[in-house]
């Protein structure tokens, strides 16, 4: 996958590209990911029982992106799998990170401001603020 | 039930509504919460996150398709994810307020309302003169057909905008893509034309569910072991049924996945009403 070429303003087609493998690459590496957790949890828990028809929330490990990268250097096969959906969370984000830029070289400034705002309400809600 | 049988059947049931989705142009996301909850008595909160990380596999997988044949309008969608990311968030901290039994009446009225919208034909609207915001905001826009690339109008940018609000509020709340809004506001209002306002919607749906995902994170409706079949499930059914659109007879399977729809909504209501959830 590679940026738009060129010093000049990118052509709406380049930028259409650059999204279309963005979006392709983000979901391909998120799956591989979770799938790879999803193995190792299978191996290492498969038999233990499941308790989904209470609600108990989730360890501090599985909440914010904080506690997955501890939960992945403690090896915890969970918070693999739970890299891989936050890749997968992460990747409309950084689409919209992109379309920033793109809007950016376009010097399109209405624009600007519309996508800027689309990505603070993003980052606002995968950051826990509202915690 | 253990770990692993709950793995393989959640995600046979994941793969064969993605599938059905992709293959009828409903979307598979609309009945993984009534799959979750009324057949392996799953929770509502985990099932609702479970289905909100599928919703942006498959949207995002799709996407990627659609936006490189240049039918989506990125300016109209990254306009109306103002309104569905602020409404994704609205409907994201509703979830934590109001009784998962309301929720599931909510969603059980969703459903009758795809399946009815589902039966019903879409009808091309002529050329639209474009109003005054779509001029001043640009959103009038080309898109590929067998003569050439085609130009079209945008209307009602307003009304769409404040539909599109309604949107995001029931994608936060039900963990859904909620597109069958989404292209109602586009299709209806906006009268955008068919492959654009789909394109758009799918287009707009991983944004959209990114916004309440991350809420959902926090509050640990995400299950990494319940998400993780759903979300395969989901996207390699929804991959696969892609690959053999071509020769599938998409009204059949319509009227199928409309009766299922129908009766997952009754037993969603009828759950909802009596506190079974």
Redesign the interface.
């Known amino acids: 996958m590679t940026a738009p070429r060129g010093t000049g303003r990118w052509t709406?087609?380049q930028?259409?590209?650059f999204?279309?493998?963005l979006?392709?690459w983000?979901?391909l590496t998120?799956?591989a990911v979770?799938?790879v957790?999803?193995i190792f949890?299978?191996v290492r828990?498969?038999?233990?029982?499941?308790h989904?028809?209470?609600?108990?929330?989730?360890p501090p490990e599985?909440?914010?992106v904080a506690g997955v990268v501890r939960g992945v250097r403690a090896l915890d096969p969970?918070?693999v799998?739970?890299l891989?959906?936050?890749l997968?969370?992460?990747?409309?984000?950084a689409?919209?990170a992109f379309?920033l830029v793109a809007f950016l070289r376009q010097r399109d400034r209405?624009?600007v401001v519309?996508?800027s705002?689309?990505l603070l309400?993003?980052l606002?809600?995968?950051?826990?603020f509202?915690? | 039930?253990?770990?692993?049988a709950?793995?393989l059947l959640v995600g046979s049931g994941a793969f064969a509504a993605g599938l059905l989705g992709a293959l009828t142009g409903l979307g598979g996301g609309i009945v993984i919460v009534p799959l979750?909850t009324l057949v392996?008595?799953?929770?509502i909160?985990?099932a609702i996150g479970a289905s909100l990380?599928s919703v942006?596999?498959t949207s995002?997988?799709a996407?990627?398709?659609y936006?490189?044949e240049?039918y989506?309008n990125?300016?109209i969608g990254?306009?109306l994810?103002?309104a569905t990311?602020?409404g994704a968030?609205g409907g994201?901290?509703l979830a934590g307020l109001i009784s998962p039994n309301v929720i599931a009446v909510i969603f059980s009225l969703v459903l009758f309302y795809s399946a009815w919208r589902s039966t019903r034909r879409r009808e091309e609207h002529p050329l639209a003169e474009p109003d005054r915001w779509a001029t001043r905001?640009?959103l009038d826009g080309t898109y590929p057909t067998p003569a050439g690339r085609q130009a079209y109008g945008v209307r009602g940018v307003p009304a769409g905008f404040a539909l599109m609000y309604v949107a995001g509020i029931l994608s936060g709340l039900l963990g859904i893509g909620s597109g069958v809004v989404k292209v109602l506001a586009m299709d209806q209002v906006m009268r955008l034309p068919f492959k654009v306002s789909t394109t758009t919607s799918n287009f707009m749906i991983?944004?959209t569910?990114?916004?309440?995902?991350?809420?959902y994170?926090?509050?640990?409706y995400?299950?990494?072991?319940?998400?993780?079949?759903v979300?395969?499930g989901v996207?390699s059914g929804a991959l696969f049924g892609a690959r053999i659109l071509a020769g599938a007879r998409v009204r059949v399977l319509r009227n199928i996945f409309s009766v299922i729809i129908v009766v997952l909504a009754f037993e969603m209501l009828y759950k909802g009403i009596t506190g079974g959830l």
């Open positions: 709406d087609e930028v259409e590209l999204v279309g493998n979006l392709r983000g979901v998120a799956a979770a799938l957790g999803g949890y299978l828990s498969g038999s233990a029982p499941v989904y028809g209470e609600f108990r929330g989730q599985l909440t914010s969970r918070a799998i739970q891989g959906l936050l997968l969370i992460a990747t409309p984000v689409r919209v379309s209405t624009y519309i996508t705002i689309v309400l993003l606002y809600s995968l950051l826990g509202e915690r | 039930m253990s770990v692993l709950l793995t979750l392996f008595g799953v929770d909160r985990y990380v942006i596999a995002s997988g996407a990627a398709a936006v490189r240049g989506t990125i300016r990254m306009l994810e103002v990311t602020l968030l994201a901290y905001l640009r991983g944004v569910a990114a916004a309440s995902a991350g809420i994170l926090t509050r640990g995400i299950d990494p072991g319940l998400a993780l079949p979300m395969l996207l």
